[in-house]
């Protein structure tokens, strides 16, 4: 057994060792230990196709200032939102230079910048198609 009480085998596959290390990977992802948050999560990767894991590993990646990772992981996200606004995020701080360094603050706030700019973006396409098709959103 591993030090947090999951079996390491690779022959142990069922989905209850996936959850297991999937919340494992969560509580150290709220707990702002990225590295073991990647570890779990990747360990949950190998282990399975499910896919809710991979923007917590997105984020961790980009928390700990690894694009490269955090671009590989978002290629498996799932929800297109979620996608959307990642893809957006890592642009945004690619656009920092080959090797920028942020903190999770930063990077949050690049993400919350990016939804705002999201959000905005939705609704002048709604009032614009409001004022140029008549009954449009009533």
């Known amino acids: 057994q591993a030090e ?9 596959r069922g989905l209850g060792d996936v959850y297991k290390r999937q919340e494992i990977g969560k509580y150290y992802y709220s707990r ?6 990647v570890e779990h999560f ?12 991979y923007s917590y590993l997105t984020r961790s990646y ?3 200032n690894d694009l490269p990772n955090a671009k590989k992981a978002l290629k498996r ?8 606004l ?3 995020a890592i642009i945004e701080i690619s656009s920092y230079g080959k090797d920028p ?8 706030r690049i993400i919350m910048d990016r939804q705002y700019v999201i959000d905005k973006t939705k609704s002048n396409i709604i009032a614009m198609a409001k004022n140029h098709i008549p009954n449009f959103g009533d």
């Open 42 to 53: 990747n360990q949950c990767s190998a282990l399975s196709r499910r896919t809710k894991h």
């Open 101 to 108: 360094k942020f903190n999770k603050n930063n990077i949050d």
């Open 86 to 88: 990642l893809r957006l």
């Open 77 to 84: 996200i799932r929800s297109r939102k979620e996608k959307q």
């Open 4 to 12: 947090d009480g999951i079996r390491d085998s690779v022959a142990s």
């Open 62 to 64: 980009l928390y700990l």
């Open 32 to 37: 702002h230990n990225w590295e073991k948050a």
